[in-house]
């Protein structure tokens, strides 16, 4: 009866601890588990179930999914004193969840803040137009500045760049009367260089026909030949001789023979 009584009193004790005692948590895909005993952080759990004693043991889970920061409407002030409102995404995600949790208070809000510095920076360092003729590098340069910022703070930088830049109201129709005029200047040079090419196409036809002048009346009758109705007269060295261009044209369109000049 002894032993009875103490395998029953053993059965207590264990389903009272495990009731009571032992926590089971469940770590998802998504997630990484921070495990703390006595307040010292421990190990970065990976995703599984896991059973703790929530006496002296915490486990903190973090969702370590890609977040995305959006920065709108940030007012820079440019190299040559022009204030624009300029408006940036980045993409990134935790790398190092122990690095994002335990060594910075709130990991976002830091990452915002790196983000803000070096779009200043960027933006304060060039001027109006190169900053429209490089935005591109712009937007390389944010992220090769934000990279090594996110690392410390245990993030990885996955994207960012440049989505708005917008100028004061004056501005904008400066630069529409710059477009504008460009487009113009575009224009007529394209109408100069139409004129130039038909100008040389015409002096060598000029040349070819001084050194060759029986193409002259070749492309006369190739003018007029096309028409109706018309009769061509073609001046000889003997006679002036006229030479029908259809077929069905009466003689008696054709020019008579001059007298002679009376002396």
């Known amino acids: 009866m002894e032993y009875v009584a103490g395998a029953i009193i053993v059965v207590i004790v264990v389903s009272v601890v495990a009731t009571y005692g032992l926590r089971r948590i469940t770590v998802y895909e998504f997630e990484r588990g921070l495990k703390y005993i006595r307040g010292k952080f421990r ?32 007012e820079v002030l440019s190299s040559d004193g022009v204030t624009l409102k300029v408006s940036l995404a980045a993409n990134y995600e935790i790398e190092k969840p122990d690095v994002a949790i335990n060594q910075v208070q709130d990991f976002q809000e830091a990452m915002h803040l790196q983000l803000q510095l070096a779009l200043r920076q960027i933006i304060g360092s060039v001027d109006i137009d ?22 410390e703070l245990g993030l990885r930088l996955i ?55 029986g193409l002259m009346q070749l492309r006369m009758l190739q003018t007029f030949g096309g028409s109706s109705g018309n009769t061509l007269v073609l001046g000889l060295p003997a006679q002036t001789t006229a030479i029908p261009l259809k077929s069905g044209v009466p003689k008696s369109m054709e020019m008579p023979p001059q007298p002679p000049e009376e002396s």
């Open 159 to 213: 994207s960012v760049g440049l989505k708005d830049i917008m100028f004061p109201g004056k501005l904008k129709e400066v630069f529409a009367q710059v477009v504008s005029a460009r487009k113009e200047g575009l224009a007529a040079l394209e109408k100069a260089r139409g004129e130039t090419a038909a100008l040389r196409n015409l002096a060598n036809a000029a040349k070819m026909i001084e050194s060759n002048p």
């Open 130 to 151: 190169s900053l429209l003729a490089t935005r591109d590098e712009m937007s390389k340069r944010l992220a090769e500045m934000t990279e090594v910022k996110a690392r």
């Open 43 to 74: 190990v970065v759990l990976p995703p599984g179930q896991y059973w703790y004693w929530p006496w002296f043991t915490a486990v903190r889970k973090l969702d370590v999914r890609p977040r995305f920061a959006s920065i709108t409407g940030q």
